[in-house]
């Protein structure tokens, strides 16, 4: 008798509700899956922001080979796009399989037709190789660093000026408290809203915070430095497979004289290493940016990271980029504003900026 005849054939499509359990099946075996490809993510974002989720799956025959999580993202300011992953640094297409990886590129392109988006945005991920497709590999650079084995020789890691800047904040008395309480949730949120302000940019939604703390549960937390009972220091981090992610962060104008950002990171370091983590992700940064050299001051090497994007013939490419020209003014005058007024309409703005 002959064998049945099993078509093995790469087909992609969008997945439905019903391909969760296979998808986290893939995702726990793929080495290069990132938080942003997790439904955690996708998840909070699409209920804090509104911006729909649509992922697709490349398949060869039963078994997932490919993957693909987007999100639609709709912005009066900022156009139309589908973004790989919302809101994230990374979660681009994930697949082993070059040629599964670009009938999801190819795919990706199709479905941003169908929903009327101009413009695809890959961060991340295998990149594509066709043509009309923008790769920029120098714009942003990322940072990882294995932690110390105790906190003595964390501190020891850090070069020595930058040591020093961690001694003085150590030295000012301050309180590092760490969780997920709707106290500390509104010291996180009070903070990185003054901070983001102060470098001239809307602040997200709260909702997104809250929705990734509450999706990603003991995967994520909140660690904030208080001067004399005043929080002046905070972020909300994410943990995944040994490796913490600081990635809302940011301090009050206090805060530097206070040294408080740099007991916060390693304070940070610390708490990661106490909960099993090995492998500090400081997070991207724009390549000779102020926040680029502060992490190499830290002792990290850079990696240069790599982005991928689609404009449909004849749309202007989306520019979301706060060191754009085009925002110079706007950025001035963001920093100039009451801080009630910019956490009032700044969500309204950052919505778009997925």
Known sequence: ??????????????????????????LADADRATPFHRFEWLDAVETATGHR???????????????????????????????SSGFAVDGGVLSDDRAAAD???????????????????????????????????????????????????????????????VRRGLGNGLEVRIGQSADDRAMHHAVYAESVRNLGTPVFPRA??????????DDADI?????????????????HRGAVMPYWGGGTYAARHLRANDVMYYALMN??????????????????????????NW?????????????????EPRDVNPLSPRY?????????LPLSLANRIGPLIANGLA
Not at 2 to 23: C, E, H, Q, S, Y
Not at 208 to 215: E, K, M, N, S, T
């Open 328 to 336: 110079r003014a706007k950025i001035a005058a963001w920093q100039r």
């Open 103 to 165: 009938m999801l590129i190819d795919a990706a392109r199709e479905l941003a037709v169908r929903l009327c988006c101009p413009t695809v945005e890959l961060r991340g991920g295998v990149l594509p190789e066709r043509e009309g497709w923008h790769v920029k590999r120098e714009s942003h650079a990322g940072f990882v660093s294995p932690l110390a084995a105790d906190d003595d020789a964390q501190l020891l890691a850090i070069p020595r000026k930058q040591r020093a800047e």
């Open 299 to 315: 002792g990290f090497e850079s990696q240069p990271l790599a982005y991928a994007s689609w404009t449909a013939s004849g749309a």
């Open 1 to 26: 008798m002959n064998a049945p005849f099993v078509d093995m054939r790469t087909t992609v499509r969008l997945v439905d509700p019903g391909d969760r359990g296979a998808i986290v099946r893939f």
């Open 223 to 239: 660690l904030t430095v208080l001067s004399a009972g005043e929080p002046v220091a905070s972020v909300l981090s994410l943990y």
């Open 53 to 83: 989720t649509h992922v697709l799956v490349a398949e060869k025959g039963a078994r997932i080979v490919g993957l693909l999580p987007m999100h639609a993202v709709h912005s009066s300011l900022f156009g139309r796009a589908l973004v």
């Open 271 to 296: 708490h990661a290493r106490g909960r099993g983590c090995d492998r500090f992700d400081f997070g991207r940064s724009k390549t000779g940016s102020g926040a680029f050299h502060f992490k190499r």
């Open 208 to 217: 997104l915070f809250d929705a990734v703390l509450d999706g990603f549960g």
